[in-house]
């Protein structure tokens, strides 16, 4: 909100002051573990419908990481004596997501020093099996941060972990789907050494797969790898995003200004300006200088975006630590158009911060904060909870089918009327959400809007999930529906003619070819060699205006290699690339 607006819209839609908005708990273990903390991850570890909170600590002697189990009650228990809280490392960054599809999160932790990092797998009965033999866990290294996405579109999380120094070469880790991994030690995502910090999995120019972006500490560039949907990338060059030679450690990738793309912001310590980039929508990028956020300076490690006074726009926190004493954070409030407003909300809780992460923990609908924090190595944790308003809300949890189970990839679209405005906001489910902070349930504020008109769920599979009149102040979990129906209205016809990407793909023997059509007419697949000759139909009849799918099996006689399906209604056209592996 605009700052000349707060005092009335307090008023009229009966908020407290912002400085009311949080208050500081200052009971239960979670806030009185002194330590030197890192990494916040809000995650139902146990699978109860609430959301616990993991803290990863970091000191050079070895510290136990910490899990507290949410009770339903507003408090929380320690739990010990598991794994994951008995390991004694120097750990950073930690990132949860269900790599072996059974229907619990498990949990990869980043450790410096050149110690092997840690691979858990969730046992699914509140314990954990460190999976020491893992490549995962055999690479030693000075690990920051790990991500987890799925790069290759085939229902598994792979993993990227960042290297700050040693060689710096950072660790490529693809999932094989039964549990192991394979380390890819080819590519420049693999063999390039910079100082980095925060990895993060993003579809910037919307093909369907999942783009590789890298923050570089030590003034160095960042990175960023176009993936070419053959499991490979290539390094690209964008003026403005990639030309700032920051001492970046996160990156933030939210739509801050509802406007149906993802912008950036990243944070950057030794006393420099942290970064804020506005994407334009055509793979182009405007660096601000002229607001707040870029306007402070400071040694920033985390950030976390939300909606925390659910009035439709995303603010942003920002932790500060490693100064000559105590230190602040910065605390930024969104006029609603991408540009910021500086709040003093946190400004006394002075100390140093690492990770820090937003999460609706007592079920309320406003989102809480908890921030990492670690002066001296000995300082208490902190956890801010939201005393809520009037505004209305929605939260999700999404579960996969084809995707993988956590969603991590999906990208979730919600159309309301807030204010008088009709907007969409848009939301992603992500491996990591800013350096050392992550919350795989997604949060919408919808302020005065007492219904949703429309929500589009973007799978990683390619599956669109299209629902209409859904209610506010819900928590709900959307599960994929692979018939490609509504599930909340009946189906909704498509605005557009869309062909998406096979899956799994690469495939043998079979595969799912889906696509969408805003007019009736014949419908014909066709699959096509390099060559460019007819290979065969794969459909070809006539189809009502909707959405579609049919299951290809290949021909056993049909050899390895590159082939082309393409898709013609009428006089519409498309044509994607499958790959058949024997």
Known sequence: MKA????????????????????K??????????????????????????????????????????????????????????????????????TWGDFDNDGDLDLFVANWYNQNNLLYKNNGDGTFELLSGSIVASDGGYSEAGSWGDYNNDGL??????????????????????????????????????????ADWIDINNDGYVDLFVANEANQNENFYKNNGDETFTSLQMPNLLTSNGNSTSSS????????????????????????????????????????????????FGSAFGDFDN????????????????????????????????????ELDLG?????????????????????????????????KNRGGNNNWLSLDLEGIISNKSAIGAVIKVKANVFGNSIWQMRRVAGQTGYCGQTLQQHFGLGDASLIDSMIIEWPSGIKQLLQNVNVNNHLTFIEDTTL?????????????????????????????????????????????????????????????????????????????IYFYQLRINANSETKKMIVLR
């Open 485 to 561: 129906t509504s599930v909340e209205a009946g189906e909704v016809l498509p605005k557009e003619f869309m062909l998406y990407q096979n899956y799994p793909n690469p495939f043998n023997p079979s595969t799912k070819i889906s696509w969408q059509s805003n007019v009736s007419g014949w419908h014909s697949i066709k699959l096509f060699d390099v060559l460019g000759n007819e290979v065969e139909t794969i459909i070809n009849e006539y189809k009502e205006a909707g959405y579609h799918s049919t299951s290809y099996i290949v021909n056993p006689e049909l050899p390895s290699g």
């Open 253 to 300: 990738w939210e739509d801050i200004d509802n406007d149906g793309d993802f912008d950036l912001f990243i944070a950057n310590w030794g006393s420099q300006n942290n970064f804020l980039f506005i994407n334009n929508g055509d793979g182009t990028f405007n660096k601000i200088t002229t607001d707040p956020v870029s306007i402070d300076i400071g040694n920033s």
């Open 25 to 94: 708990i200052t009971d239960g273990p979670h806030v009185n573990d002194g330590g030197d903390s890192r990494s916040v991850n809000w995650i139902d570890y146990n699978g109860d419908g609430w959301l616990d909170l993991f803290v990863s600590n970091g000191p050079n002697g070895g510290q136990n990481n910490f899990l507290y189990k949410n009770n339903g009650d507003g408090t929380f228990t320690k739990i010990t004596g598991i794994a994951i809280t008995s390991d004694n490392r120097s750990s950073d960054g930690s």
């Open 157 to 198: 999380i792979d993993l990227y972990v960042c290297n700050s120094d040693g060689n710096k070469r950072n660790f490529f880790y693809k999932n094989n789907g039964d549990g192991t991994f394979t380390k890819i030690s080819t590519g420049q995502q693999s063999t390039d050494a910079f100082y980095s910090r925060n």
């Open 352 to 384: 140093w911060a690492y990770g820090c992460a937003f999460g609706d923990y007592n079920k309320d609908g406003y989102l809480d904060l908890f921030i990492a924090k670690c002066y001296g190595a000995t300082e208490n944790n902190s956890l801010y």
């Open 311 to 346: 009035d439709g726009d995303l603010d942003l926190f920002v932790t500060n630590a490693f100064t000559s004493g105590r230190t602040k954070n910065y605390f930024y409030l969104n006029n609603g158009d991408g540009t910021f407003v500086k709040d003093s909300t946190f």
């Open 4 to 23: 000349l607006l707060i005092l009335f819209t307090c008023l009229l839609f009966g908020f407290e002051s912002f400085t009311q908005q949080f208050v």
